[in-house]
Every structure is written in C-alpha cells, then in structure tokens.
C-alpha cells in the first residue's frame, strides 16, 4: 500500500511542476512580446530623438 501511495504522490508532484513550468514558459513569452513591442512604440524624446520607453 505504500509503494502505491508513494507512486500516488510523485505522480501528483510531477504534474504539478509540469503545470508550473508550463505556465512559466507562457509569462515569458508574454514578457518577451511585450517588451519587443517597447521597441516598437518607443515615444518620442527631448531633441525629436526616440527615446527609450524604460527607465533603467
């Protein structure tokens, strides 16, 4: 009964880091579009330059 509980419970462990890493992978190309689209739309700054869109 143990073998099969322990079986139980690393299965269960396992799907939930697959759905973690899956969701994980999705917030990074979320990110990714969305800080390629900063190039894109970058606002105009002092001296007509384009400036950047960031503050670092």
């Not at 697959?18 to 917030?27: E, N, R, T």
Request: hydrophobic share 70%.
């Amino acid at each position: 009964m143990v073998p099969l509980l322990l079986v139980l419970l690393l299965a269960v462990l396992l799907f939930g880091a697959g759905f973690a890493v899956k969701a994980l992978w999705w917030i990074a190309v979320f990110v990714l579009v969305l800080w390629l689209l900063g190039f894109i739309v970058r606002p105009a700054g002092t001296g007509g330059r384009r400036g950047r869109w960031y503050r670092w």
